[in-house]
């Protein structure tokens, strides 16, 4: 019995040994064999022509030749509360096997922490798969306008569009927190109707805005002056426009400041439901690493003047651990600048 069972377990530790090699490539094929001839379904949390339209489907012409068994990534616009329908749709109704992931606007990380959102997702379950870019946010002025600098919204009414998330959230904010005075007119579709508003006169300018979405729009120098960047860090494309901390005069501002703009670093996310099999998840994570480093995609984004500077889905899932462990008297700070009512 002896000699057979140690037979046994020669032959048992022999098999482990060539299967153990063989894993990740079996983990490939199974991700290959499940997306061969699917329709891989990716919700937008965006109106049609703005510049996270833009980003979102070329980053799906390409993501497709990178994913094992390359299905067919089919966009479906899905806006609504600042992305956040498609945030809901995804945790709670998507199904839960990599057959459908989700973009939507980074602040989703964010928003269940400072709470008074109807946000029915806990962003540390998401299976983040990763971000195109950072993004630099500003505030502009219509070229004709009377506003040249931030420090004149400070001084007098400026008439600001906002078609909501960061085009609502941040000149809130800023009214708040700083004393600007943004006089908002609510209710544009996207960035494409604000830059319509704009151009048709009917707002002076607006806040929370892409430097890379504003230039897809045509809004260069000519049309408008870009008065801030609502940004933790200035962007070497702005010489001498001033970013927001500038203007902080307590250290619990900026730390207000850090939660409300801080996940610009990852301004538009993808994402898997909770629970899909941790191989197609890395599947994914892979090929859209793979995707962000492909050289006709870069050159595709050079075409439509649009900037890369990638984060990891693991970089995205560490960054939601961190926010989650904001202390509750700045989160509770945040929710009164945003005007949500928060227990």
Known sequence: MGIVASRLAISVACTLALALPGLPAAHAQDAAAFYAGRNLNLI???NTGG?????????AAH??????GHPNVIVHNMPGAGSMT??????NVSPRDGSEIALFAGNIAVD???GGVPSQYDSRKFNWIGAPAAETDVCVAAKNSSFKTFDDVLKREMVTGAAGTSTLDFPVVLNSLLGARFKLVKGYKGSAGLRLALERGEIEGFCGLG???LHSLGLNNDKVTILVQTALKSD???PGVPIITDYAKSAEQRQVMQLIFGWLIMDRTFAAPPDVPADRVAALRTAFDDTMADSAFRADLDKAALSLSPMSGQDIARFVDEVYRTPAAVARK??????RNVP
């Open 44 to 46: 937008e949390g965006f």
């Open 51 to 59: 510049g996270a339209d833009l980003y979102t489907r070329l980053v």
């Open 63 to 68: 993501w497709a030749h990178h994913i094992p």
């Open 86 to 91: 498609a945030a809901n749709h995804l945790f």
């Open 112 to 114: 269940p922490v400072i």
């Open 211 to 213: 430097l890379d979405s």
């Open 236 to 238: 070497p494309r702005l």
């Open 334 to 339: 945040a929710a009164q600048l945003l005007g």
